[in-house]
């Protein structure tokens, strides 16, 4: 029997998942947003804090150019289509090569930038001062070799969500927050801001290598052979279907490569803003958008495997809704609530008013970007289940380089406001244009589903925003920030859940229910 779009099949084992990768995620935000209040606290907003959010910009390039994070998106399909069709030794040895020789290629890649790290830096941030540029690089030294551990470990979690495994996702991002939370706690009395690189080394070493490889050990009963074998077919195979993801540009990676790179070219202090306010803006993207699309990708790859096209487009269909509705009332809840957020999160110690004030402002900007954001992240795992790589990632490609002269014109124009702008402007159309393309590929999704959504997220959203914000002002003005968040977060939740009963679509209220009975289960079993 075929089901409409407004009465969705009964959901499949990923929402599961997904509800588990979402506390997960919203563990890790939390504690994320607990390590840049410690950075706020410890190192502030200047020229300190733009070396430090320099740092990772050579190792976020070499973990992007060698797919680590992307290896679930690239690996998943294959592993599990060989799997089922060649079984187990096959699918073994297919772990054991590209385990193998990616992080051989990694180990390589990151001694090479380790020797070339000061050039490098110099030839990123010309504006930086000497000083600023030589603690950059310092700080990079440190931190590349984590990309070693998120590349291999990338693979082995990779293999353990094809298995349904996805404790170990969920662990990484908590423990390499706590990694750099501890150490900058211990250490940065005494090293300053390298105390919180050192726990970024030790976060990744820890949390995104040795977990991962107990669990395949000893959990999921694997065997862990590293075979170096650069000329395997497999190999080549796994780099054709990733070499899109390690080729082409998208701007859920690059956006902040541009606002760091173009930030830098502005006053000190304008890439560690940003930084603060995208850190907050995050949150929401990683619970509603993050956690989804990874629990979503293996059931969708295992769907196209088994030819049953409609139930993916179907999924694919009911994810995007749940999606957007949670993607407008996350960014409702940024723009309404930045100024208590911001003075909460990070007005201690060395992080003055002024510098709160300025990191709102950027806030309410990038709220804007939340949809977009989570859009796309659901969106392309319709064509990543399909083995498809190379169309999202060339439409990618050409929006991220096209929106350049966007970043350059309102970044010199509007400054830090500006580029958040230009981010939000670009995200929401990447978004848009690989809806659209994915529409006149597949026939899916029904774009006149979404619309409906849309109209009725916006309303739910915007009512509870402005209750929020009526709250905020009315009964708390003038009250610790604390205080004020508290009431405005409180009216803002209950009007949202109250608004997605009245005038939500089935698919919001359904997984309303459905997070609600996994969560009583819980509660239930743990009594």
């Not at 929402?15 to 410690?38: C, D, F, P, T």
């Not at 440190?142 to 990338?154: D, K, T, Y």
């Amino acid at each position: 029997m075929s089901n409409s779009v407004d009465e969705p099949p009964r959901a499949p084992r990923f929402v599961a998942a997904a509800v588990i990768l979402a506390a997960s995620v919203m563990l890790s935000r939390v504690l994320g947003i607990v390590r840049e209040a410690v950075l706020a606290n410890r190192v502030g907003a200047g020229a300190e804090m733009d070396a430090y959010r320099a740092a990772f910009q050579i190792p976020d390039l070499l973990n992007y150019f060698l797919a680590g994070g992307a290896l679930s998106i690239a690996f998943i399909p294959m592993y599990a289509r060989v799997r089922g069709r060649d079984g187990e030794a096959a699918a073994q040895r297919l772990f054991a090569v590209i385990l193998g020789t990616v992080s051989g290629i990694a180990v390589l890649a990151t001694l090479l930038l380790w020797w070339w790290a000061d050039a490098l830096i110099a030839l990123q941030f010309p504006r930086f001062d000497p000083d600023t540029q030589a603690l950059t690089a310092h700080l990079t030294r440190i931190v590349l070799p984590a990309q070693v551990c998120f590349v291999a470990g990338g693979i082995v979690r990779a293999v353990l969500m094809a298995r349904d495994r996805f404790a170990t996702q969920a662990l990484t991002p908590v423990l390499y927050n706590l990694g750099i939370i501890a150490a900058g706690v211990a250490f940065a009395g005494s090293l300053g801001v390298e105390g919180f690189a050192w726990g970024a080394l030790g976060g990744a070493i820890v949390g995104a290598l040795l977990v991962p490889l107990a669990d395949a050990r000893w959990g999921a009963r694997l065997k862990l052979g590293l075979r170096i074998a650069p000329l395997d077919p497999d190999l080549w195979r796994y780099l054709l279907v990733a070499a899109p993801l390690m080729l082409g540009l998208s701007l859920l990676t690059v956006d902040e490569w541009y606002e760091r790179w173009f930030g830098a070219l502005l006053e000190p202090g304008t890439v560690a803003r940003l930084g603060y306010a995208r850190q907050l803006m995050l949150a929401p993207v990683a619970i509603a958008g993050q956690a989804i699309a990874t629990a979503a990708l293996p059931t969708l790859s295992r769907l196209w495997s088994e030819k049953r096209t409609a139930e993916l487009d179907t999924i694919v269909l009911n994810t995007l809704r749940v999606g957007l509705g949670l993607a407008a009332l996350g960014a409702a809840a940024l723009f309404a609530l930045s100024e208590p957020l911001v003075a909460f999160v990070y007005q201690h110690g060395r992080f003055t008013v002024t510098d709160a004030e300025s990191v709102a402002a950027l806030l309410r900007i990038l709220s804007f970007a939340v949809p977009g954001w989570i859009l796309q992240q659901i969106a392309v795992r319709a064509f990543f289940a399909r083995g498809d790589t190379w169309r999202p990632m060339l439409l990618a490609t050409a929006v991220a380089l096209l929106a350049i002269p966007l970043y350059l014109a309102l970044g010199s124009r509007f400054g830090a406001q500006g580029l958040a702008a230009a981010g939000a402007i670009a995200m929401t159309c990447n978004a848009l244009l690989t809806l659209l393309y994915a529409r006149r590929l597949h026939g899916a999704p029904d774009l006149g589903a979404l619309a409906g959504t849309a109209c009725r997220a916006l309303v739910i959203a915007g009512a509870a925003a402005c209750a929020a914000a009526l709250a905020v002002e009315i009964g708390t003005k003038g009250a610790a920030s604390l205080l004020q968040l508290a009431v405005g977060g409180v009216v803002f939740a209950i009007s949202a859940l109250l608004g997605a009963r009245l005038i939500g679509d089935p698919p919001i209220r359904e997984a309303i229910a459905r997070a609600a009975s996994i969560r009583r289960r819980s509660n239930g079993s743990r009594g």
